[in-house]
Each structure stands twice: as C-alpha cells, then as structure tokens.
C-alpha cells in the first residue's frame, strides 16, 4: 500500500512562491512516476507536473513551464513541487500522485493522468 502525504499549501499574493512537499510511503520503488496534479472549483483536475523514473522523463503542463519545477529527494522519499511566479489562476487543490511507470506512461499517451494512489491534497491560493 502507497501512502502520499502533501504540504506546503497556503495562500500568496501574485508574483510569489511556495513549494509543496509530499512525503512517499509504503510500496514506491524507481519504478514508480510520482507527479502532481490540481483541481479547481468548477474545473477538471490537471496534470501539473510528472517525474518518472531516472528523473528523465518530466512533464510539465503549459501552463506552469518555466515557473515550476518538480524534484525529488530519494533519500528522503520526498517529492517536491517549487511554484514560482505564482498566478491567481494557479489557485487550485494540489494532490501528489504515484503509480507505476508503464501505467502513467500509458495513459500519458491518451491525453490522461491516471494514477492510482493519491495524498489528500493541500490548498493553494493566489489572490491578485
């Protein structure tokens, strides 16, 4: 059993940062993608940002390059989401997510992000 455990949210004015912090337990070896995702009221949820294994394969949405960065800290099983820049329309729930590598892979490829061990999110709100 995978257990993901996020924080770091809070609130910013725009222009500002923050780095959400999600701690990995139970089962999650190298070959697991760990990634983050975020849900807006009224919205879809998103995939944001996605490591996979050997920290070569990242994805970021087009909306966040250039201003977030996703790492991770082995040793510490620790993912890590550095926001920078820090838009109103970043305002969101942001969950950390897990899964193996050809599953994410694979529906990546569709156009989705199916992971299935999820945290139970932190806050993130941007006001102007």
């Known amino acids: 059993q995978v257990q993901l455990v996020e924080s770091g949210g809070g609130s910013v004015q725009a222009g500002g940062s923050l780095r959400l912090s999600c701690v990995a337990s139970?089962?999650?070896?190298?070959?697991?993608?760990l990634g983050w995702l975020r849900q807006a009221p009224g919205k879809e949820r998103e995939g944001v940002a996605i490591v996979c294994p050997g920290s070569t394969a990242v994805y970021y949405a087009d909306s966040v390059k250039g201003r977030f960065t996703i790492s991770q800290d082995n040793a510490k099983n620790t993912l890590y989401l550095q926001m920078n820049s820090l838009k109103p329309e970043d305002t969101a729930m942001y969950y950390c997510a897990a899964d193996s590598w050809d599953l994410v892979v694979g529906s990546m490829s569709r156009g989705q992000f199916d992971f299935r061990y999820w945290g139970q999110g932190t806050q993130v709100n941007v006001s102007s």
């Open positions: 139970g089962y999650v070896n190298d070959k697991y993608c």
